[in-house]
Nanobody, 121 residues
């Protein structure tokens, strides 16, 4: 069983910062790409940022220059540093990871339960 658990969401004022963390746990053989998605009320889930196991990153245009994704391969963790937050960044943020569990050795897509980020004065 593989689980992703996010933490770090909350309420922040416009212009503020938050750091999201996500830890993958369970019977993990290998972790490949990891990323963050978000879903605002009434909108579709969208990619925010993604990082490969070798550290290559890509970002949504709307967050470039403000958000930074990083990971700790030894701990199977991924982070999202969010700076200069705007009200339009308000959403539930989901951690995503492509993981091969020991039980199947097949790469599968896993999701966290989501953490709410609210940017408001």
């Amino acid at each position: 069983q593989v689980q992703l658990v996010e933490s770090g969401g909350g309420l922040v004022q416009p212009g503020g910062s938050l750091r999201l963390s996500c830890a993958a746990s369970g019977s993990i053989f290998s972790t490949y790409a990891m990323g963050w998605y978000r879903q605002a009320p009434g909108k579709q889930r969208e990619l925010v940022a993604r990082i490969t196991s070798s550290g290559t990153t890509n970002y949504a245009d709307s967050v470039k220059g403000r958000f930074v994704i990083s990971r700790d391969n030894a701990k199977n963790m991924v982070f999202l540093q969010m700076n200069s937050l705007k009200p339009e960044d308000t959403a539930v943020y989901y951690c995503n990871a492509l993981i091969s569990p020991i039980t199947t050795m097949r790469a599968m897509n896993y999701w966290g339960q989501g953490t709410l980020v609210t940017v408001s004065s």
